[in-house]
């Protein structure tokens, strides 16, 4: 049995375009505070679902699921805890930045997919 080297990515399995936004805080006309998204990266990941589950909140049903995005490392400090990561119509908030083995050159981010209306 072969083990997989958790550094290696192929390249095959970098099929899905992510791209990744920061919030960033401004001031409308009348001094109302907006967060707005600015996008600051754009890469190949993989993305896997890890796990969903149904949550009962503010009287009513609504659905969370988890997700683990893959890629190659694109710098140090590059995306934090908070970031937003996009793919077609998904939209996630980066939970966790794992730096593989600390080896800068594999990150694994957990994240948990939202309305993108958030």
């Known amino acids: 049995m072969q083990i997989?080297?958790?550094?290696?990515?192929?390249?095959?399995?970098?099929?899905?375009q992510v791209g990744f936004a920061r919030a960033s805080a401004t001031q409308d006309a009348s001094g109302q505070?907006?967060?707005?998204?600015?996008?600051?990266?754009?890469?190949?990941a993989k993305i896997e679902n890890l796990s969903g589950q149904q949550l009962?909140?503010?009287?009513?049903f609504t659905s969370q699921a988890s997700?683990?995005?893959?890629?190659r490392f694109p710098g140090s400090g590059v995306i934090d805890v908070g970031d937003r990561?996009?793919?077609?119509?998904?939209?996630?908030v980066v939970q966790i930045v794992n730096n593989v083995l600390?080896?800068?050159?594999?990150l694994q981010?957990?994240?948990v997919e939202i309305d993108?209306?958030?």
């Open 67 to 71: 997700w683990r995005i893959t890629l």
């Open 109 to 111: 981010l957990t994240c």
């Open 33 to 44: 505070k907006l967060n707005t998204w600015t996008p600051y990266l754009a890469t190949r």
């Open 85 to 92: 990561a996009t793919f077609a119509a998904h939209t996630f």
């Open 56 to 60: 009962f909140q503010a009287a009513e």
């Open 4 to 16: 997989k080297d958790p550094l290696i990515l192929q390249p095959g399995e970098l099929r899905h």
């Open 116 to 118: 993108g209306a958030s």
């Open 102 to 106: 600390e080896r800068n050159r594999v």
